[in-house]
């Protein structure tokens, strides 16, 4: 089973600051994805970026770039130049790659509540 | 719209009350997941069907069951509710790393109150 951990209930941030949401994970699998998803006050679930496992090359999106630390089992959320809008509760996630039963459920972290002050 | 559909998006309901809720996939996508988001547990996955069949169950109590219909759309049924039924219960469609897409899309959600 794996098991994803957040250990930031709470962060906050002045607008056009940058900030790092903390997750780690642990798993026996070799090849997985992990993700980072945002719930604003709307609460809809954003995917905000993911990364493969089998790449070194930590994955950005625009402002939005991670930092995965395999032999660790850390993967970082860093936000740059942060935003209003971006004031939200932030779940990091764990899907393993290939599921027999073609099952992909999502294991996820309790989340990070961010507020960004103006 | 991010292509998933449930309904309704607001229900409320007294305590030992039957209520279904419905979810519309994405286009092309055979696999529905159920999650339950309450204050206390997080997101906690449910149960997810693919193309009518269950394939998978997490931690679904024996008073809630789902269904996949053959037009793909999935309807959770919850039971006997009691006050802690209270989340909001998203579905999300995708999750297929054959189709080459690994990532989900999250429906809305539909908060349910028992009161």
């Known amino acids: 089973a794996q098991t994803v951990t957040q250990s930031q209930p709470e962060m906050s941030v002045q607008e056009a600051e940058t900030v790092t949401l903390s997750c780690t994970y642990d798993?026996?699998?070799?090849?997985?994805?992990l993700f980072w998803y945002k719930q604003p006050p709307s609460r809809q679930m954003i995917l905000v970026i993911r990364?493969?496992?089998?790449?070194?090359q930590n994955a950005t999106e625009n402002r939005f770039s991670v930092n995965f630390q395999k032999a660790a089992k850390s993967f970082s959320l860093k936000i740059s130049d942060s935003q209003l809008g971006d004031t939200a509760m932030y779940f990091c996630?764990?899907?393993?790659?290939?599921?027999?039963?073609?099952?992909?459920?999502?294991?996820f972290g309790k989340g990070t509540k961010l507020s960004v002050i103006p | 719209d991010s292509g998933v559909t449930q309904t309704p998006k607001h229900l409320i309901t007294a305590t030992g009350q039957r209520v279904t809720l419905r979810c519309s996939p994405r286009?092309?996508?055979?696999?529905v997941y159920w999650y339950q988001q309450s204050l206390d547990q997080g997101l906690q996955f449910l149960i997810q069907?693919?193309?009518?069949?269950?394939?998978a169950k997490g931690n679904i109590l024996e008073r809630f069951s789902a269904q996949q219909f053959p037009d793909l759309h999935s309807e959770l049924n919850l039971s006997s509710l009691e006050l802690g039924d209270s989340a909001l219960y998203f579905c999300?469609?995708?999750?297929?790393?054959?189709?080459?897409?690994?990532?989900?899309?999250f429906g809305s959600g539909t908060r349910l109150t028992v009161v």
């Open positions: 999300a469609s995708g999750g297929t790393v054959g189709r080459g897409n690994y990532g989900y899309t």
């Open positions: 798993t026996s699998e070799s090849n997985y994805y």
């Open positions: 069907y693919y193309n009518g069949e269950e394939r």
């Open positions: 990364q493969e496992a089998y790449k070194q």
């Open positions: 286009s092309g996508d055979l696999s």
């Open positions: 996630a764990f899907m393993i790659a290939y599921s027999g039963a073609g099952s992909y459920q999502l294991t």
